[in-house]
């Protein structure tokens, strides 16, 4: 059974950091792409970042690029968010997701619709 499971949210004051995982069980994410998205409140989920196990190649949203960044640690099967200089717009609840990947398919993977397995979310809450 696949499990992801996030951590690492929490109120921060604006300007601040903060870095998320998710552990992942029951994948090995060296087969895997995986993601994180977001979702505030009343609006739609949104991509923020992605990383491809094969290579560890990433691509992120421009409304996060040079100050979110993704990674991984295959040893551990966990992946992070590395996220600073945040801005009460990144309130939001944070997911990390996970698909098989198709090493001839060189697409990035940034709608939700793409990743079959998902954790259960983590907030973060970045007040002014």
């Known amino acids: 059974q696949v499990r992801l499971v996030e951590s690492g949210g929490g109120l921060v004051q604006a300007g601040g950091s903060l870095r998320l995982s998710c552990a992942a069980s029951?994948?090995?994410?060296?087969?895997?792409?995986a993601g994180w998205f977001r979702q505030a409140a009343g609006k739609d989920r949104e991509f923020i970042a992605t990383?491809?196990?094969?290579?560890?190649?990433?691509n992120a949203a421009d409304s996060v690029k040079g100050r979110f960044t993704i990674s991984r640690d295959n040893d551990k099967n966990t992946m992070y968010l590395q996220m600073n200089s945040l801005k009460p717009d990144d309130t939001a609840v944070y997911y990390c997701a996970a698909r098989p990947q198709d090493p001839f398919d060189n697409r990035w993977y940034v709608r939700q619709n793409e990743y079959p397995y998902w954790g259960q979310g983590t907030q973060v809450t970045v007040s002014s």
């Open positions: 990383i491809r196990w094969i290579g560890g190649s990433t």
């Open positions: 029951g994948l090995a994410f060296s087969r895997y792409t």
